[in-house]
């Protein structure tokens, strides 16, 4: 039986570290946050992470050299953990594929969408620019596990992913997806379910990667789909609301209200891997979550924007696979914030 559908909602639809040190054009920060500052932290360890991870203006000076420290110890030892050393075996996903970089290839990908949704924007060209560049080198992986359903797609997939603000301000994002679909001749077991965890510099540890900032009552549920069996198979797919995205953009570009809710949404679907482990039935879910949010006028999926960045280098911006000896993937993704110009 054809699954019927509910809807509950209307209708609709680097550039070098010392060029960065500027407000960004378009956003007056100081208006609405005069403690924040363009200068960048002086002490050892917040220098080095706005150098190794090309964080972007404006900065937070109530940010100690003590969180620096353990905001560096957190990233550092995700960067080891999504390197391509072996260590990628700790991604259960032997039973989604053959293919041990396999998780690391999703990991690419969505971190391309992240740039490109970002560059889709109406944001002033400079700072989506900046931005994307640094977001793209921004997302980790930190839990993957999955199950086969034995025709090529899986039953079960689990991820969990960190995405860093691009700013100094010590902002992050814990994305939890989780993935469920099962039919049999008596029933349909299907669940998609995309949920963030917001995270300021002094929540979690190097020591809590997998759990950090993972608190019930933060949680932002972005979408949840599931078939309700007593009512013939129906499914049911709720979306956040308008107040909750704009905490997240927070996170993502330091104030609220400038992207659309329709770029919103598709940009955490795709740096939280949704719909990138071949999963069945799933374009109806995301179908049914994307009619409930409209676009900017202007906006565009940013495919074009991508390609005339990236052009802009003069070394082909590096994709996963292209080097085959050991790379972290995240860093290797931050060389066109690194090389390009602003």
């Not at 594929?97 to 490109?116: H, P, Q």
């Not at 039919?183 to 077991?189: A, C, F, L, N, P």
């Not at 009619?291 to 074009?304: I, N, P, Q, R, S």
Request: glycine share 8%; proline share 4%.
């Amino acid at each position: 039986m054809a699954p019927k559908r509910k809807s509950d909602a209307n209708d609709g639809r680097s550039a070098k570290v010392a060029k960065k040190n500027v407000a960004p054009p378009g956003w007056n920060w100081k208006a609405t946050n005069p403690g924040w500052s363009s200068i960048p932290p002086s002490g050892p360890y917040g220098k080095a992470c706005v150098e190794k991870y090309c964080l972007l203006a404006p900065f937070d000076p109530s940010i100690t050299e003590a969180h620096w420290k353990e905001y560096s110890d957190e990233r550092s030892a995700l960067d080891t953990y999504n390197t391509t050393n072996g260590a990628e075996d700790h991604f259960e996903c032997s039973n989604l594929s053959d293919n041990a970089n396999f998780a690391f290839e999703k990991l690419s990908t969505a971190s391309s969408i992240l740039a490109r949704e970002i560059m889709g924007t109406t944001l002033d060209t400079t700072e989506k620019t900046l931005l994307s560049r640094t977001l793209r080198g921004s997302l980790y992986l930190l839990h993957v596990e999955g199950e086969d359903d034995g025709n090529g797609s899986p039953r079960t997939v689990k991820t969990t992913l960190r995405l860093y603000g691009p700013h100094g301000l010590g902002r992050s994002l814990t994305l939890k997806y989780h993935y469920h679909n099962r039919v049999t001749e008596y029933s349909w077991g299907h669940i998609v379910s995309l949920v963030a965890y917001p995270r300021k510099i002094a929540q979690g540890s190097a020591g809590t990667q997998q759990e950090g900032g993972k608190k019930e009552a933060d949680k932002i549920e972005i979408m949840t789909s599931y078939a309700n069996q007593r009512k013939d198979g129906e499914i049911i797919t709720k979306g956040t609301t308008l107040a909750k995205l704009k905490e997240l953009e927070l996170v993502l570009i330091g104030r609220a209200g400038v992207m659309s809710q329709s770029k919103l949404v598709d940009l955490f679907i795709g740096a939280g891997t949704v719909d990138l482990w071949d999963e069945d039935d799933i374009d109806q879910d995301l179908e049914a979550l994307r009619v409930k949010y409209k676009l900017h006028a202007g906006e565009t999926d940013g495919e074009k924007e991508v390609e005339e960045d990236e052009a802009e280098v003069e070394d082909d911006v590096p994709e996963y696979g292209d080097d085959e000896s050991v790379e972290c993937i995240p860093q290797n993704l931050l060389e066109l914030a690194r090389n390009g110009s602003s």
